[in-house]
């Protein structure tokens, strides 16, 4: 079936180093791919999007990889700092499905000081 | 930018009990609304969506239901909840027509405890 995941459910990293969390995906028609990062007790929150047509996207800190040959996208936060300490969620979509996400299970980044 | 506003919060029901959430947007019209729920450390399942008012499309059975009374409202009800109903409900909205590449966005969601 349709999945969208993540390689590891924790990563653990040094304040000032650079994170990286990756993800896989099964459907070659998703055309659309966004990252959430999602605070305890918080809802996700809009982090950067990439479209298939495209095969990095940087934004503040963050940048996306899309790697459509073998499903994999990853995000990539320079200079991690302890507010960065969220679980990231994965998302994709596919044309025509009205928008509809499909999420991976999460991630937690923990920033150690 | 659309902000998603979602009451209450937490809330705590007994086994048996009628539930009604909701969800407001404000800062845009005619949006895509999603209702999700979220079991603890996991991903998001997607339970409705509707593209207007009155248009509710279920995505998975279910003891819940949902309803689009107006544009910019989503409630998520249920007539007698069961244990499993527990959780944490996000509702989210989409901007934009067609199936233009646009991100969700989250309101901070209800945590729900049944008892």
């Known amino acids: 079936g349709e999945s969208v995941g993540l390689h590891l459910p924790t990563l653990s990293v040094q304040e000032g180093d650079n994170s990286i969390i990756n993800c896989a995906y099964s459907?070659?028609?998703?055309?659309?791919f966004i990252w959430y990062k999602q605070e305890s007790g918080k809802g996700p929150q809009f982090i950067i999007d990439?479209?298939?047509?495209?095969d990095k996207r940087q934004g503040q800190r963050v940048t996306v990889l899309l790697n459509k040959t073998v499903k994999h996208l990853s995000l990539q936060i320079a200079a991690t700092q302890p507010g960065d300490s969220a679980v990231y969620f994965c998302?994709?979509?596919?044309?025509?499905?009205?928008?509809?996400?499909?999420f991976g299970k999460g991630t937690k980044l923990s920033v150690k000081p | 930018s659309q902000t998603i506003h979602q009451w209450p919060a937490t809330l705590v029901q007994p086994v048996g009990s009628p539930l009604s959430l909701e969800c407001t947007v404000e800062?845009?019209?005619?949006?895509?609304l999603y209702w999700y729920r979220q079991a603890a450390g996991r991903g998001l399942q997607l339970l409705f969506y509707?593209?207007?008012?009155?248009?509710i499309s279920s995505e998975v059975p279910q003891n819940l239901s949902a309803s689009r009374p107006q544009d910019r409202q989503f409630i998520l009800s249920s007539k007698k909840l069961l244990l499993s109903d527990s959780g944490f409900y996000l509702c989210?909205?989409?901007?934009?027509?067609?199936?233009?590449?646009?991100?969700?966005?989250f309101g901070d969601g209800t945590r729900l405890s049944i008892l």
């Open positions: 509707s593209v207007g008012i009155g248009q």
């Open positions: 998302a994709g979509t596919k044309r025509g499905s009205q928008g509809n996400l499909i």
């Open positions: 989210a909205c989409r901007t934009g027509t067609g199936v233009g590449d646009q991100p969700q966005h």
């Open positions: 990439i479209r298939s047509n495209m």
């Open positions: 459907n070659s028609a998703s055309d659309y």
């Open positions: 800062g845009t019209s005619n949006p895509n």
